[in-house]
Nanobody
Framework: QVQLVESGGGLVQAGGSLRLSCAAS????????MGWFRQAPGKEREFVAA????????YYADSVKGRFTISRDNAKNTVYLQMNSLKPEDTAVYYC????????????????????WGQGTQVTVSS
């Protein structure tokens, strides 16, 4: 089992940057593929980015491709989401998620694939 705690959210102007962190408990972080999702008010939770256990394979939603980067540091049990060129439409609560997998280079893009979730961190982008 793993517990996830996000941090790094806040208020930023359009065009700015933020880096979200997600710290995981436990000694088997490297056994989990990780993902980031977000939920804006009145909208369903949507996929943002996913990364494999190894970190070698990543995948992004079209809306963030080229602006966001997912990465991980297995030694620190942490996954990151670097967000650049932020837009007001990026405003949402951002959640990290984890799923245990045997496949080192597989990533997962559906929220139904994940069984561990953080509590979320608010990102607000002003225009």
């Amino acid at each position: 089992q793993v517990q996830l705690v996000e941090s790094g959210g806040g208020l930023v102007q359009a065009g700015g940057s933020l880096r979200l962190s997600c710290a995981a408990s436990g000694r088997t972080f490297s056994s989990y593929a990780m993902g980031w999702f977000r939920q804006a008010p009145g909208k369903e939770r949507e996929f943002v980015a996913a990364g494999s256990r190894s970190g070698r394979s990543t995948y992004y939603a079209d809306s963030v491709k080229g602006r966001f980067t997912i990465s991980r540091d297995n030694a620190k049990n942490t996954v990151y989401l670097q967000m650049n060129s932020l837009k007001p439409e990026d405003t949402a609560v951002y959640y990290c998620a984890a799923v245990a997998t045997l496949y080192i280079d597989s990533y997962y893009t559906s929220n139904y694939d994940y069984n561990y979730w953080g509590q979320g961190t608010q990102v607000t982008v002003s225009s």
